[in-house]
């Protein structure tokens, strides 16, 4: 399967959408993801592999007891060699109707796995202006040794830098087009494979004193001292329990800065608006 612009399946119409039922609402959503999170617990529990809640979702969890009320996605994170784990274990161990997805199922360029609910279809427009379709899932980080937040850095731009090439360059000042198309023609040859293939080679260490999301979305932001994610402890999440960093309070600080304050509503958003259930009314 091709990874620059190859979806998993055939992509679904505009046609097709409108025949579809919506999820209406963030609850109903963050339903959707707790059932597959609960599945993805239990299959660690039973496995022996030791997972942490991760952004939003450790701080929806300490600062909420749960979901922060409008989100609409769950992230986890293992070690490297619990994660090579999991690419193996969670084809034969997921039950209907969940299905495990990797980068060469979806329009990503890093290296994470998200677990699908094929009940569901998310349908995700890319600035590429193609549209790819999926179910609604969660996503399931791996985390690398680090000597320094550099290699982040360096990660960070890279991939800011490839985001020029889908970019319109249009509405800028006459400065800024000209920058967008250099790097645009700079980056036009460059396919997701080798972008992923030089990160994986040049810039995941080892060894180090410090524990790095090596994909994570802003992978400087989250390198941090290797005792803030310690030995997972379980917290309340909802109606049940999952696992989360040793020191939570370090940890969300390290990431977000003042976590404990809620940001203005004007920056509260969700994306329901392209979530649907693929049983037709």
Known sequence: MELDGSPMKKETSNKDVEKLRPIKSVKELQGVLLGIAKVFHQICVEENIPYYMVGGTMLGSIR????????????????????ERLLKI???????????????????????????????????????????????????????????????????????????????????????????????????????????????????EKKGDLIANTYGGTAKAETMPREYMG???????EDTQFYGVAMPEEYLTSLYGDWKTLPPEDKRHDHIVSMYWRDEE
Not at 64 to 83: E, L, N, Q, T, Y
Request: hydrophobic share 40%; charged share 30%.
């Open 64 to 83: 909420h007891g749960g979901f922060i009320p409008w989100d609409d996605d769950m992230d986890f994170a293992v070690s490297r060699k619990d994660f």
């Open 90 to 204: 969670l084809p034969e161990r997921l039950p209907a109707p969940y299905r495990m997805l990797t980068r060469k199922d979806t329009a990503s360029v890093t290296g994470f796995l998200k677990i699908s609910d094929e009940r569901t279809l998310h349908v995700y427009r890319w600035t590429d202006g193609q549209e790819r379709d999926y179910g609604v899932d969660i996503d399931i980080f791996q985390l690398d040794p680090a000597t320094s937040k550099t290699r982040g850095r360096i990660k960070d731009f890279i991939l800011k830098m490839r985001g020029y090439r889908v970019l319109s360059a249009r509405n800028r000042s006459l400065s800024k087009k000209i920058l967008a198309y250099l790097i645009k023609t700079a980056f036009f040859f460059v396919s997701r494979d080798m972008i992923y293939n030089f990160i994986e080679r040049h810039l995941v």
């Open 231 to 237: 030995e997972p402890r379980l917290y309340k999440f």
